[in-house]
């Protein structure tokens, strides 16, 4: 059963390739769903380092009035930073989790993922990698957070959401609101000035982008 775990997880995982079978023992694949009674939240102390086989994790902030903000999403062949850096400086979780889809999971129990660490030169690359891409990612959703106006980050939110192809984003102003991390009236407001100038069309749980240039044109000029 082990080489079965090794090899379904080393497929996506190619940097655990080289860790032996009997490094394996103690590991295990979990299915989840949105359904699944998670209770990761901040504060956590994680007893297994978390693998994502396939799948849709989002990672988010929250705070007491009960507002959200989207972190990243992990997905296919990632894990979760913040759940790495947790692990590897035995402090608590930094992040709340949301299961999106159904996702694969690869479990390793923390003992035993500190001896991968150890033995694995390839993981530790790889995990140091994700950490320097989700640094940059966070850093830049912070500086959106911060510097940019909410006209300038929906449109740079639906063009990175939708594309020539593909213009409808089935998405509500609530979940809009939790992506960028402000209150749904702020969002409700932009939305009607891009509707109202004809960038965007709108109804009930949908977007649609009608004019991508114009969209793009918000961007370098920053406000409509």
């Known amino acids: 059963m082990y080489p079965t775990i090794k090899n379904k997880a080393s497929v996506t995982f190619p940097c655990l390739t080289s860790i032996p079978d009997s490094y394996w023992m103690q590991c295990e694949i979990r ?45 296919d062949g990632q894990n979760c930073v913040l759940m790495m850096a947790s692990i590897l400086g035995d402090t608590p979780y930094e992040a709340s989790v949301e ?25 530790k690359q790889f995990i140091f990698g994700q950490m320097v891409e989700r640094i940059t990612s966070v850093m830049t959703l912070l500086d959106n957070v911060a510097f940019r106006p909410i006209n300038y980050r929906i449109a740079q939110f ?43 069309s709108q109804g009930r749980g949908y ?7 114009r969209l793009i044109q918000v961007l370098q000029d920053e406000v409509l």
């Open 99 to 123: 299961v999106e889809a159904e996702t694969e999971l690869l479990l390793v129990p923390i003992p035993l993922f500190k001896q991968w660490i150890e033995i694995c030169q390839p993981l």
């Open 158 to 200: 639906l063009l990175g959401r939708t594309d020539e192809n593909h213009a409808t984003l089935r998405i509500t102003h609530e979940q809009a609101a939790i992506e960028l991390g402000t209150a749904r009236e702020v969002v409700s407001r932009a939305l009607k000035v891009l509707t109202d100038n004809r960038l965007i």
């Open 207 to 213: 977007i649609e982008v009608l004019d991508r240039d």
């Open 31 to 75: 299915t989840v769903s949105p359904s699944t009674s998670l209770s990761i939240r901040e504060g956590h102390i994680f007893q297994h380092a978390v693998f994502v086989l396939c799948g849709t994790v989002r990672i988010f902030k929250g705070n007491e009035q009960g507002r959200e903000i989207t972190l990243y999403r992990v997905q």
